[in-house]
């Protein structure tokens, strides 16, 4: 707020626009920056957590196409062991991608796949 108030500059987020030269609005200003550092804080631990469950070798989120998860049952709970490529569908994507490289669209590479009936990620058709 110093640099603005030096400026002669307004401050404005929100819709709402604030003088940093006004006693006034000094002190929503400040109250708005502490909670925006705040929530600020909570999104970089959530993404930190996600991030070292990542590192520590536990997914986070859907399988992705391309890969298998391999999973050992301990005391009735699965655990899981390790994710690979799963071959068939590494292909599909391999095959996707050099294509795509080479100039053809992939509306139809999509119908390619459909007609020789290559299963998509969940199932129904590729386009």
Known sequence: M??????EL?????DTVLDPNCR???LPAGAD????????SETRDRVGAVRVG????????????????????VGGKRRLV????????AAVI???????LHGEAPYAI????????IPTPRGGSWI
């Not at 920056?33 to 600020?40: D, T």
């Open 2 to 7: 110093k640099v603005c108030g030096d400026g």
């Open 10 to 14: 307004a401050v404005s987020y929100s």
């Open 24 to 26: 006034e609005d000094a």
């Open 33 to 40: 920056a502490l909670r925006s550092a705040g929530k600020s």
């Open 54 to 73: 990542k590192v520590g070798g536990r997914p986070h989120g859907k399988l992705p196409y391309g890969f298998v998860r391999h999973y050992d049952v």
């Open 82 to 89: 390790t994710q690979s490529i799963h071959e068939q569908q």
């Open 94 to 100: 391999r095959e996707a991608a050099h294509r795509v």
């Open 110 to 117: 999509a119908r390619d796949f459909n007609a020789r009936g």
